[in-house]
């Protein structure tokens, strides 16, 4: 019968929650709409369905070899280089809108011709992760340019010791064939090398998709969850606890009815924005149901629990307002929803963990990211139980019906 009497009144406190529509904004428009903002600011401007790293590129050369070196680039499966001018490229990547821009200097092709290094220029946006994976792609595509080239010079210095060219026509002539016979070899070697990965492979950072998916899920959910103390505030302000006092309902019923319904609340919305990012952005969220299952009742208690603690202290509802937003996106960024926390010092990544944000995204990560079951996410599971327990624990020793 109490068990009955607890749904009942945590379904209604459901339903009431949506009482007004414009709660649908903060529950599911503008957390969808920040995820597909954030995605794509992350991802450096990708095109359609290259998922590869934009690379601005400023040919001031203008030259043959300057081109290959761009054909070079445009094969890899790393960068996607997006030509630009001076200007607007260093724009880029001070804005973080690239990780990095090439500049192929004037004069580059003829340095290398002559067989004199010829120095590109890359500027790297600071703190972006991407930069480095840009870097080594651009030194493989130089490098192939290069090589070629010196096996170019090698041949036509190798055929003017046995016959000294007529002209210098013939000599440019015999440097184009080399220089295309070159090309072909470093294209199609005649001994390769292949090599083949296992079915999983355990990554560390996480996509921009992911990133904002899990990310944006941990900001607008957690807000909603401490939202909890604005009700309580509001309905010990009307005399609606009060009056649920006065019903044959235990305490422990009714506020386990109240916290109830903010919970269902909370994995209602998490579902939806899952859903969301799996058949919108293409983030893999079902690599073990199990594992998420346990990760979104583990992160809403603990939020839950921090909002019924918040409760306890704001006088206002307005004033529990400000401080569920405040506090939740204040978390949410500190604690690695926002950007990675790879990108942060060793000393800043450990203070964080202080936060139960971070180990939120760390679980979920470890789901979406690394491809981990239950036994990866029970260390961060924990922690937000135990956050949940300290958070209820003190709430409740604190918590006044009228």
Do not use: C
Request: net charge positive; aromatic share 8%.
């Amino acid at each position: 019968m109490a068990m009955r009497k607890l749904i009942s009144i945590a379904w209604l406190d459901f339903k009431m929650g949506f009482a007004d529509k414009s709660e649908l904004v903060f529950f599911l428009v503008l957390p969808v709409i920040f995820t597909l903002i954030l995605a794509a600011t992350m991802s450096g401007g990708s095109s359609g369905g290259d998922n590869r790293y934009a690379l601005a590129v400023v040919d001031a050369d203008r030259s043959a070899l300057s081109a290959q070196l761009a054909e070079a680039l445009a094969a890899s499966d790393v960068v996607r280089p997006v030509p630009k001018a001076r200007d607007e490229a260093d724009a880029l990547v001070k804005d973080g809108k690239v990780p990095a821009a090439l500049v192929i200097p004037a004069g580059f092709g003829e340095a290398l011709m002559a067989g004199r290094p010829s120095a590109l220029t890359l500027s790297k946006a600071p703190n972006d992760t991407r930069a480095l994976a840009v870097e080594q792609a651009v030194r493989t595509a130089a490098d192939r340019v290069s090589n070629a080239v010196v096996a170019a010079n090698a041949s036509v210095a190798e055929a003017e010791k046995i016959r000294p060219f007529a002209d210098a026509a013939a000599k440019q002539a015999y440097f184009a064939q080399a220089l295309t016979m070159a090309q072909e070899l470093l294209d199609k070697p005649p001994a390769r090398v292949e090599t083949t990965y296992a079915p999983e492979v355990i990554r560390t950072s996480a996509s921009p998709a992911e990133q904002s998916s899990v990310g944006q899920l941990i900001t607008w959910v957690s807000i909603p969850l401490i939202g909890i103390a604005a009700i309580f505030i509001e309905e010990r302000r009307l005399g609606t606890l009060r009056r649920l006092l006065a019903m044959p309902v235990a305490r422990a019923t009714i506020l386990g009815g109240k916290i109830g319904g903010r919970l269902i609340h909370g994995m209602v919305q998490m579902t939806l924005l899952i859903l969301f990012g799996a058949l919108i952005l293409g983030v893999n969220w079902g690599r073990s149901p199990l594992a998420l299952a346990v990760m979104m009742l583990a992160f809403a208690l603990a939020f839950v629990a921090f909002g019924v603690l918040v409760g306890t202290i704001a006088r206002t509802p307005s004033q529990a307002n400000w401080m569920a937003i405040s506090s939740g996106m204040l978390m949410a960024a500190l604690g690695g929803a926002w950007w990675p926390l790879e990108i942060t010092p060793k000393v800043y990544q450990q203070v964080v963990r202080i936060f139960p944000t971070t180990w939120a995204m760390s679980g979920f990560s470890d789901i979406v990211v690394r491809g981990q079951g239950i036994g990866g996410i029970l260390p961060e599971a924990g922690v937000l139980l135990a956050f949940a327990a300290v958070f209820f624990g003190v709430g409740l020793w604190r918590f006044r019906y009228e």
